[in-house]
């Protein structure tokens, strides 16, 4: 009975507060007007594939080895001069490219796109920060007191869609305009906020 009580208080966590759903601060590089009007966003689910391997009598599961990430979801404020919507209106533009090849052309070169994104950062590598079709993003995590806690690093994301704007003179009371936009990325990773610098809590990579 002794062993059981203080095995129950050697398993009590460091730290007894919950996540706050409003304790968070998010940016992705080359958006920074949607960035200051960010209403919420979600850290996408986390899959891992499994394979079956048979056998005569019942088909076991063994762990896959390729993780796959949810879709990335950014409601915003869209601002009177819509110029949130318009910095993701170009991005996808730029991919898709529906009237030239050119328009692909400028997104992908290095030196293009300042309109879009302004100037960039000094890039992480060749395709990412702001060089290429891609950006990288960061969700800030705030603890109870306020304080950036840990930070989630989102590498290589790109939009898939932005939602519909609705006008309505219908609102009797002015609810002012949200969109959402999707995206895709390669991986996010974890780090925790220290005062010495943030440290990965993902896996190591030895080499």
Do not use: C
Not at 107 to 131: E, F, P
């Amino acid at each position: 009975m002794i062993n059981s009580t203080m095995s129950a208080i050697n398993n009590q966590p460091t730290n007894p507060q919950f996540l706050s759903p409003v304790g968070f601060n998010f940016s992705i590089r080359k958006l920074p007007n949607v960035n200051y009007f960010a209403q919420s966003i979600n850290l996408p689910g986390v899959q891992l594939g499994e394979t079956i391997f048979p056998t005569p009598f019942i088909n076991i599961p063994v762990a896959g080895d390729h993780m796959s990430f949810g879709d990335m979801a950014i409601t915003f404020k869209i601002d009177e001069n819509m110029e949130n919507y318009i910095e993701l209106f170009n991005w996808i533009q730029y991919l898709g490219y529906p009237e030239s090849f050119n328009q692909s052309k400028e997104i992908y070169d290095k030196n293009g796109l300042d309109s879009l994104s302004g100037l960039r950062n000094v890039q992480r590598t060749q395709r990412s920060l702001g060089a290429g079709g891609v950006s990288d993003a960061t969700l800030t995590v705030l603890n109870s007191a306020s304080v950036p806690n840990m930070s989630i690093e989102i590498e290589d994301a790109f939009p898939l869609s932005i939602s519909d704007i609705q006008f309505d003179v219908r609102t009797p009371d002015i609810d002012y305009i949200e969109a959402t936009a999707t995206f895709k990325f390669k991986l996010f990773k974890i780090y925790k906020v220290s005062n010495t610098g943030n440290s990965n809590t993902s896996v190591r990579i030895a080499g």
